[in-house]
């Protein structure tokens, strides 16, 4: 049982982070869910009080995502966190201030540019999927489940050893060092209805992704040496073309 506890916490953890990236597609997209980030939940009041309370909920997001990813965290996390459930209960916070955020979430519907119909219209639309897209494929190109925490978990009830797992360059991760941030990018953007809320969503998130990338080389560049340096000499970070000699 005392193995059989953690991998039930994982895989709800797991469940939680799903619905909750399910969701931020609709958020995001503006469609099908009752609170988007254009309509819905808590009246925005002031200009400057929306812009205050959204940059809190973002921050906060940040922060977390970014702080318990972190090395010296981890080390000192995981002497009050089992480390087999180490990745499943960052996974979970994540979730659960992602929903913080869809729920306090200030919209601000001012239109900043609107495509109506067309070609324009598509080709946004079709961006957006592809984004998520990208994003999704991504998670499988390096260990979805690793990722996410079920491997270890798994590791765990199998009474085996949590491993690193090795360097790879499989699928994207060829033609692009960080293929994940750059589907966010492109669903964040990618819409034909650009609001002032969404604007501001997505200049954060955009601006954050930067940071995070900043501090995720520095972690790699420790655990994988040189192999690391030099994939990062012949693969651009976010544009799939190849580097110049």
């Known amino acids: 049982m005392a193995r059989v506890l953690p991998f039930i916490y994982g895989i709800v953890s797991y469940l939680i982070f799903l619905g909750s990236f ?28 929306a812009l205050v309370f959204n940059a809190v909920l973002l921050l906060l997001f940040a922060v977390q995502h970014s702080v318990m990813a972190r090395d010296g965290f981890k080390k000192w996390w995981t002497n009050i966190v089992p480390r087999h459930i180490e990745r499943s209960t960052y996974v979970l916070l994540s979730s659960v201030i992602l929903i913080l955020l869809y729920w306090q979430w200030r919209p601000l519907p001012e239109t900043i540019w609107v495509v109506e119909a067309g070609a324009g219209y598509f080709l946004l639309e079709t961006l957006f999927w592809i984004g998520w897209g990208i994003v999704f494929l991504s998670t499988f190109m390096i260990n979805h489940f690793d990722l996410f925490g079920l491997r270890q978990v798994y590791l765990h009830l199998k009474k085996k050893e949590v491993t690193p797992l090795e360097f790879q360059k499989s699928g994207l991760y060829k033609y692009v060092r960080h293929p994940l941030m750059l589907g966010f990018i492109i669903a964040f953007w990618a819409t034909p209805h650009m609001t002032l809320g969404h604007l501001i969503f997505s200049i954060a998130t955009t601006g954050y992704i930067f940071v995070g990338i900043w501090f995720e080389e520095k972690d790699l560049i420790r655990y994988h040496g040189e192999k690391y340096k030099k994939y990062r000499e012949r693969v651009n970070m976010l544009i799939p073309f190849p580097k110049g000699d």
């Open 22 to 49: 399910l969701y931020a597609i609709a958020f995001v997209g503006d469609f099908g869910v009752p609170k988007t980030i254009n309509s819905g939940g808590p009246e925005a009041g002031s200009l400057f009080n």
